[in-house]
Protein backbone atom coordinates (compact mmCIF):
# COMPACT_ATOMS: atom_id res chain seq x y z
CA UNK A 1 0.00 0.00 0.00
CA UNK A 2 1.12 3.59 -0.57
CA UNK A 3 1.92 5.62 1.88
CA UNK A 4 -1.14 7.81 1.17
CA UNK A 5 -3.35 5.11 1.50
CA UNK A 6 -1.56 4.47 4.87
CA UNK A 7 -2.39 8.56 5.65
CA UNK A 8 -5.72 8.39 4.65
CA UNK A 9 -6.34 5.04 6.48
CA UNK A 10 -4.61 6.60 9.74
CA UNK A 11 -6.31 10.29 9.55
CA UNK A 12 -9.59 8.02 9.32
CA UNK A 13 -8.50 6.12 12.18
CA UNK A 14 -7.19 9.52 13.94
CA UNK A 15 -10.75 10.66 13.02
CA UNK A 16 -12.30 8.22 14.82
CA UNK A 17 -10.10 8.15 17.98
CA UNK A 18 -11.09 12.29 18.08
CA UNK A 19 -14.77 11.29 17.71
CA UNK A 20 -14.44 8.52 20.68
CA UNK A 21 -12.36 10.67 22.06
CA UNK A 22 -14.86 13.55 22.28
CA UNK A 23 -17.59 10.89 23.24
CA UNK A 24 -15.74 9.45 25.92
CA UNK A 25 -15.07 13.22 27.33
CA UNK A 26 -18.94 14.14 27.01
CA UNK A 27 -19.67 10.72 28.79
CA UNK A 28 -17.09 11.44 31.40
CA UNK A 29 -18.80 14.82 31.65
CA UNK A 30 -22.19 13.44 32.32
CA UNK A 31 -21.04 10.61 34.88
CA UNK A 32 -19.16 13.56 36.59
CA UNK A 33 -22.27 15.60 36.79
CA UNK A 34 -24.62 12.40 37.71
CA UNK A 35 -21.76 11.79 40.47
CA UNK A 36 -22.00 14.98 41.65
CA UNK A 37 -26.30 15.15 41.86
CA UNK A 38 -25.95 11.30 43.62
CA UNK A 39 -23.29 12.85 46.11
CA UNK A 40 -25.43 15.59 47.48
CA UNK A 41 -28.34 13.60 47.35
CA UNK A 42 -26.33 10.96 49.33
CA UNK A 43 -25.07 13.93 51.76
CA UNK A 44 -29.16 15.34 51.94
CA UNK A 45 -29.86 11.45 53.14
CA UNK A 46 -27.35 11.39 55.68
CA UNK A 47 -28.39 14.48 57.19
CA UNK A 48 -31.82 13.24 56.76
CA UNK A 49 -31.19 10.37 58.84
CA UNK A 50 -28.62 11.83 61.15
CA UNK A 51 -31.56 14.51 62.23
CA UNK A 52 -33.80 11.48 62.86
CA UNK A 53 -31.20 9.67 65.15
CA UNK A 54 -31.31 12.23 66.75
CA UNK A 55 -34.84 13.07 66.67
CA UNK A 56 -35.33 9.04 67.71
CA UNK A 57 -32.83 10.21 70.52
CA UNK A 58 -34.65 12.75 71.56
CA UNK A 59 -37.89 11.36 71.57
CA UNK A 60 -36.66 8.22 74.06
CA UNK A 61 -35.22 10.69 76.47
CA UNK A 62 -38.32 12.48 76.57
CA UNK A 63 -40.03 9.42 77.07
CA UNK A 64 -37.97 7.96 79.85
CA UNK A 65 -38.04 11.40 81.43
CA UNK A 66 -41.63 10.98 81.34
CA UNK A 67 -42.14 7.34 82.71
CA UNK A 68 -39.68 8.31 85.56
CA UNK A 69 -42.02 11.91 86.32
CA UNK A 70 -45.18 9.30 85.76
CA UNK A 71 -43.80 6.63 88.27
CA UNK A 72 -42.58 9.26 90.94
CA UNK A 73 -46.20 10.92 90.69
CA UNK A 74 -47.69 7.24 91.15
CA UNK A 75 -45.76 7.24 93.93
CA UNK A 76 -46.42 10.50 95.82
CA UNK A 77 -50.37 9.56 95.33
CA UNK A 78 -49.88 6.06 96.93
CA UNK A 79 -47.72 7.87 99.97
CA UNK A 80 -50.62 10.14 100.35
CA UNK A 81 -53.76 7.73 100.15
CA UNK A 82 -51.36 5.46 102.58
CA UNK A 83 -51.17 8.49 104.84
CA UNK A 84 -54.95 9.48 104.23
CA UNK A 85 -56.18 6.00 104.92
CA UNK A 86 -53.92 5.69 107.85
CA UNK A 87 -55.25 9.06 109.37
CA UNK A 88 -59.06 7.78 108.30
CA UNK A 89 -58.31 5.03 110.40
CA UNK A 90 -56.91 6.64 113.13
CA UNK A 91 -59.85 9.06 113.30
CA UNK A 92 -62.49 6.19 112.67
CA UNK A 93 -60.87 4.33 115.87
CA UNK A 94 -60.72 7.47 118.29
CA UNK A 95 -64.31 8.30 117.38
CA UNK A 96 -64.99 4.23 118.15
CA UNK A 97 -63.58 4.88 121.12
CA UNK A 98 -65.93 7.98 121.98
CA UNK A 99 -69.31 6.57 121.23
CA UNK A 100 -68.05 3.30 123.10
CA UNK A 101 -67.39 5.59 125.98
CA UNK A 102 -70.37 7.46 125.56
CA UNK A 103 -72.37 4.71 124.77
CA UNK A 104 -71.04 2.82 128.13
CA UNK A 105 -71.41 6.04 130.30
CA UNK A 106 -75.51 6.17 129.02
CA UNK A 107 -75.95 2.73 130.08
CA UNK A 108 -74.37 2.96 133.83
CA UNK A 109 -76.60 5.96 134.04
CA UNK A 110 -79.86 4.13 132.86
CA UNK A 111 -78.69 1.67 134.94
CA UNK A 112 -78.35 3.84 138.15
CA UNK A 113 -81.58 4.72 137.20
CA UNK A 114 -83.10 1.50 137.00
CA UNK A 115 -81.46 0.38 139.80
CA UNK A 116 -83.63 3.87 141.98
CA UNK A 117 -86.33 2.58 140.21
CA UNK A 118 -86.36 -0.93 141.28
CA UNK A 119 -85.50 0.46 144.75
CA UNK A 120 -88.35 2.32 144.86
CA UNK A 121 -91.07 -0.56 143.53
CA UNK A 122 -89.68 -2.53 146.09
CA UNK A 123 -90.13 0.13 148.90
CA UNK A 124 -93.42 0.69 147.30
CA UNK A 125 -94.48 -2.81 147.34
CA UNK A 126 -93.11 -2.91 150.70
CA UNK A 127 -94.99 -0.07 151.48
CA UNK A 128 -98.64 -1.54 150.33
CA UNK A 129 -97.62 -4.86 152.30
CA UNK A 130 -96.97 -3.32 155.40
CA UNK A 131 -100.38 -0.76 154.56
CA UNK A 132 -102.70 -3.46 153.37
CA UNK A 133 -101.41 -5.73 156.39
CA UNK A 134 -102.30 -2.89 158.85
CA UNK A 135 -105.73 -1.98 156.94
CA UNK A 136 -106.89 -5.68 157.00
CA UNK A 137 -106.37 -5.71 161.15
CA UNK A 138 -108.07 -2.51 161.39
CA UNK A 139 -110.92 -3.59 158.97
CA UNK A 140 -110.93 -6.82 161.36
CA UNK A 141 -110.89 -4.31 164.45
CA UNK A 142 -113.61 -2.52 163.45
CA UNK A 143 -116.47 -5.02 161.81
Same mark, same amino acid.
Given at each position: ??? &? ?13 D ?7 E?S???S ?9 ? &? ?5 HN?T ?20 K ?16 E????G ?5 A &? ?7 L???V? *? ?6 ? *? ?7 G ?11
Amino acid at each position: MSI &DAQVKVLESVVGRLDTNIEKLTELSNSISKLLAVHDSRI &DSLEKVHNRTDEDIKEIHSRVTTISREICDKIDQVESIIEQRLREAGEASAKGHAEIKA &DIENKINTLAARVG *VLETWRWL *VIGGATVIGYFGEKLFKLFS
